[in-house]
């Protein structure tokens, strides 16, 4: 049973260009979440989705930022105009069941985003 | 202000001794605490889960407290070994709201030296 995956490891755009961030969860796993961790910092969330829905989206920016998980294939943070703020590590996670927290939740690799 | 305050200063023990982690909150009142492992360049591994009516919780050389007054929870790693060397992270469950979104304190790194 493979784990979490995220492609691409690593990622780099220049300033005003779209990053596009994948995820493909655990096999059975319905719920995705993504989280951010910036250098010297914690990890934070940022949206949590399940098939075809986005249930909370309260960590998100406002602007430029987008999130997706359609009903085949990956689960897509999109992240548009990059800016140097945004180089951080992206972390998806999943879990399998009602996603209500007590069920574990089983990370990726993450993707590691520099803008230059 | 919601707060999650792990021990900041990076934690140095010998090998075989106890490590003891600390993760302390204010303004939250969760329903649950996991335990997470992180080693540089990779994503967090679960370790434990502990319920805000559970005291302690137990898995191999690890331990967990949970003290919702003191808002407090500790992670005792025993006879430890360099290979427990990592970033430990806490994690609490955001309650009320309980979408399963996880509010994570900023972690303590581990050395054990042999």
């Known amino acids: 049973n493979a784990g979490v995956m995220q492609n691409p490891r690593h990622l780099v755009r220049r300033r005003g260009q779209e990053a596009r961030l994948r995820c493909s969860p655990m096999k059975g796993h319905s719920h995705v979440y993504w989280y951010r961790q910036l250098p010297e910092e914690g990890l934070k969330f940022m949206v949590y989705l399940q098939k075809e829905n986005i249930i909370d989206e309260s960590g998100m920016p406002k602007e430029r930022f987008s999130a997706e998980f359609p009903k085949e294939g990956p689960s897509i943070l999109r992240i548009q105009q990059v800016v140097r703020g945004d180089s951080a590590a992206y972390f998806c996670?999943?879990?399998?069941?009602?996603?209500?927290?007590?069920?574990?939740?089983?990370f990726g690799p993450g993707t590691r985003l520099t803008v230059l | 202000s919601q707060k999650i305050e792990q021990n900041s200063e990076a934690l140095n023990i010998q090998e075989g001794k106890t490590a003891t982690l600390t993760c302390n909150y204010t303004?939250?009142?969760?329903?649950?605490l996991q335990w997470y492992r992180q080693d540089p360049g990779r994503g967090p591994v679960f370790l434990l889960l502990i319920r805000e009516n559970e005291k302690e919780k137990r898995k191999e050389r690890l331990k967990v407290t949970f003290d919702t007054t003191l808002k407090q929870s500790l992670f005792h790693i025993t006879a430890s070994q360099p290979a427990d060397s990592a970033t430990y992270l806490c994690a609490l469950g955001a309650g009320s709201s309980n979408t399963g979104k996880l509010i994570f304190g900023q972690g303590t790194t581990l050395q054990v030296k042999p």
């Open positions: 303004n939250y009142s969760p329903a649950y």
């Open positions: 996670a999943s879990s399998p069941q009602t996603g209500r927290g007590t069920d574990t939740q089983y």
